[in-house]
């Protein structure tokens, strides 16, 4: 294998590896450096015995994942304030032609259920990624964490009934939501609470992420009449210079706020019933990088 063909061979597999470790860690920067490992091991490997590439890759990128996962899990432990995965930019395009795929990727990368995914251990998180986001058999995945195929069939069984437990229930209509957040958005920066408030389902929750770094409620807030009334008072403190971008991040429409060209918070909303049932703030400005304006 010469050296074109060997870096040509792992760029074709680059999107599944950063989907895979990205679904692992909920940081890009962390999955970035797991790809990155990854090709660091495949370009010094002999690969004469390797006969499917992707299978091959997949299996060293979920090992260092799962080793990653382990590291980064005490660190959140003293993490300030709630903690949410970093906000992904998802547009698949051309890549990914079949709806119903594009349909289970961008649910498996939902912050909502990435939320959940936190309260797995790590070999049930990387079981439930490989096995219900990307298909793969249960041998394979057996293989990939060394386990027997009875003891993944296992860890799956109990991944599933968790997220199934945990997860939220939400539409996944994008129009909807979108339609929701523009409503949002006028309600909040037109001053109107009346009108936000009627948006709200009555046991709404919001969810801020700022790591200490950025003003952001350090709990989560429940309930309509809270989680109005902050964010009613919250827009009357306009951020300097600002400018409101709509895109798509995990899955969904999301809103960027800019401050000065640059990104200052997310905002994605999950919706049911035609109410907002969950606000997620980003803040943390470490989480904005990979974000472009």
Not at 118 to 141: D, H, K, N, Q, T
Not at 156 to 163: D, E, L, N, Q, Y
Not at 259 to 287: E, F, H, M, T, W
């Amino acid at each position: 294998m010469t050296a074109d063909t060997v870096t040509d061979v792992f760029e074709e597999h680059r999107p599944v590896l950063t989907g895979v470790a990205y679904r692992m860690l909920g940081r890009v920067a962390d999955a970035e450096d797991v790809v990155q490992e990854a090709w660091l091991r495949w370009s010094a490997q002999t690969r004469e015995d390797v006969r499917e590439p992707r299978a091959y890759l997949v299996r060293i990128t979920t090992r260092l994942a799962v080793d990653r996962l382990r590291h980064v899990q005490a660190r959140r432990e003293a993490y300030v304030g709630p903690w949410l995965p970093e906000p992904l930019v998802t547009d698949y395009g051309a890549t990914v032609e079949d709806t119903a795929q594009r349909a289970v990727l961008a649910d498996s990368v939902s912050l909502a259920v990435l939320v959940v995914l936190e309260s797995l251990s790590p070999l049930e998180r990387a079981v439930f990624v490989l096995r219900e986001a990307f298909g793969f058999p249960y041998g394979e995945i057996a293989a990939t964490l060394e386990r027997s195929e009875s003891a993944v069939r296992q860890l799956s069984g109990r991944a599933r009934r968790h997220v199934a437990e945990r997860r939220p229930r939400f539409d996944v209509d994008p129009a909807e939501r979108r339609d929701l957040t523009e409503r949002f958005l006028a309600a909040a920066s037109g001053g109107d609470l009346d009108a936000l408030l009627a948006l709200l389902a009555p046991d709404v929750r919001l969810v801020g992420d700022s790591g200490g770094k950025a003003k952001a409620p350090l709990r989560v807030m429940e309930s309509a009449d809270k989680v109005g009334r902050f964010l009613f008072v919250a827009a009357k403190q306009p951020v300097a210079e600002s400018e409101f971008r709509f895109l798509e991040l995990n899955g969904g429409p999301a809103l960027l706020v800019l401050s000065g060209s640059k990104p200052d918070a997310v905002l994605q909303l999950d919706v049911a019933d035609g109410l907002i049932q969950c606000v997620y703030i980003v803040r943390n400005p470490d989480k904005l990088t990979a974000i472009a304006p």
